[in-house]
């Protein structure tokens, strides 16, 4: 792998978003709990937050990409149609190429929930290459 970007433990981003009716339960097809935050634009969020901490430095165009690996959230309190949530996160933890991020989730009342986010930096084409011989397989099998 070429060299590390450099990255430090307590870098953070934070990332707002209005919701709007397509990032309710509603928006997404869940009528019983109507214009409440869904989960997975709560999960996005988090996300892409964590992915902002790594874009300043990241060497996309050596070929690199991160993936999420791991997840781990909560909702401690609803938010709904119209609010703002903004969610922040904070590189806790470097190990090789694996990043762990602490995430909290907010809105203009308080504190929405927790987190915390595991992504890993990879090649590209070396995925792609993973991903072909996985499929390969699947070839064999649906003639």
């Known amino acids: 792998m070429e060299k590390m970007p450099e990255y430090k433990v307590g870098m953070s981003a ?9 990032d309710t339960a509603r928006g997404m097809g869940r009528d019983s709990l109507e214009t409440l935050l869904a989960t997975p634009t709560y999960v996005d969020l988090m996300i892409r937050a964590a992915i902002e ?30 609010m703002t949530v903004s969610v922040k996160a904070t590189l806790a933890k470097i190990d090789g190429n694996r990043f762990y991020f602490d995430i909290e989730a907010f809105d203009e009342v308080g504190v929405i929930g927790r987190g915390t986010h595991e992504r890993q930096m990879v090649k590209l084409q070396g995925l792609l290459d ?7 397989s699947l070839a064999h099998h649906i003639k």
């Open 53 to 82: 901490v790594l874009k300043p430095n990241f060497p996309y165009q050596s070929g690199f990409i991160t993936v999420g690996t791991a997840m781990t959230f909560n909702h401690q309190a609803p938010s709904a149609l119209g």
């Open 130 to 136: 993973k991903v072909r011989e996985r499929t390969a």
């Open 14 to 22: 934070v990332l707002q978003k209005r919701i709007e009716e397509s």
